[in-house]
């Protein structure tokens, strides 16, 4: 069984930094794309941030030059180191992978989620 473990959430004040990291355990043959999602209270689900294999990266408008997301593919892991934090970046945000379990078979993963807040 595949399990994706989020951590780094809480509560920081607005300019602040967190960073979150998730890490896939379990039976992996390869790991395609991962990333990050957040979904605020009365909001849909919106992705922040992806990176794949070869570590091409794409980040929604609101995140861009503050967030960077980055991962290791030796160790499954994958970050989003967040700077500059406002209030409109407090969510729950959830890990997502889409893993290879053999050659041909693909499924997508999720997180717990890690809650984020922003606040003075």
């Known amino acids: 069984q595949v399990q994706l473990v989020e951590s780094g959430g809480g509560l920081v004040q607005p300019g602040g930094s967190l960073r979150l990291s998730c890490a896939a355990s379990?039976?992996?043959?390869?790991?395609?794309?991962m990333g990050w999602y957040r979904q605020a209270p009365g909001k849909q689900r919106e992705l922040v941030a992806s990176?794949?294999?070869?570590?091409?990266?794409n980040y929604t408008d609101s995140v861009k030059g503050r967030f960077t997301i980055s991962r290791d593919n030796a160790k499954n892991t994958v970050n989003l180191q967040m700077n500059s934090l406002k209030p409109e970046d407090t969510a729950a945000y959830y890990c997502n992978a889409d893993i290879f379990l053999s050659a041909w078979r693909r499924v997508a993963y999720w997180g717990q989620g890690t809650q984020v807040s922003v606040s003075s």
């Open positions: 379990g039976r992996i043959f390869s790991i395609a794309l």
């Open positions: 990176i794949g294999s070869g570590g091409n990266t």
